[in-house]
Nanobody
Framework: QVQLVESGGGLVQAGGSLRISCAAS????????MGWYRQAPGKQRELVAT???????NYADSMEGRFTISRDNAQNTVYLQMTSLKPEDTAVYYC????????????????WGQGTQVTVSS
């Protein structure tokens, strides 16, 4: 199982910026798609953004243009740069990683981080 350690969450004022990161360790085989999801109180977990190993990105409509996802394949780390933050961005942000479960990548596994709290004050 991959270990995911998230960091960088915190409290920020509306209009501010924050960068969160997620480092994957104990990944024996290739990590494929990495992504961020978030869950606000009383709401379902939702997609924020994903990035493939080749750097192809996908964003939720409400975050495109304000958030930027990136990754460092050598460090098995994914980042989320958040700008123009709004109070409605307040949530626990979860890292998600899809990775090969064998050398031939015939099957994949998917793991979640513990989450990092982002709070945007008005």
């Amino acid at each position: 199982q991959v270990q995911l350690v998230e960091s960088g969450g915190g409290l920020v004022q509306a209009g501010g910026s924050l960068r969160i990161s997620c480092a994957a360790s104990r990944a024996i085989f290739r990590i494929k798609t990495m992504g961020w999801y978030r869950q606000a109180p009383g709401k379902q977990r939702e997609l924020v953004a994903t990035i493939t190993r080749d750097g192809n990105t996908n964003y939720a409509d409400s975050m495109e243009g304000r958030f930027t996802i990136s990754r460092d394949n050598a460090q098995n780390t994914v980042y989320l740069q958040m700008t123009s933050l709004k109070p409605e961005d307040t949530a626990v942000y979860y890292c998600n990683v899809a990775y090969c479960s064998n050398p031939f990548c015939t099957t994949e596994r998917n793991d979640w981080g513990q989450g990092t709290q982002v709070t945007v004050s008005s």
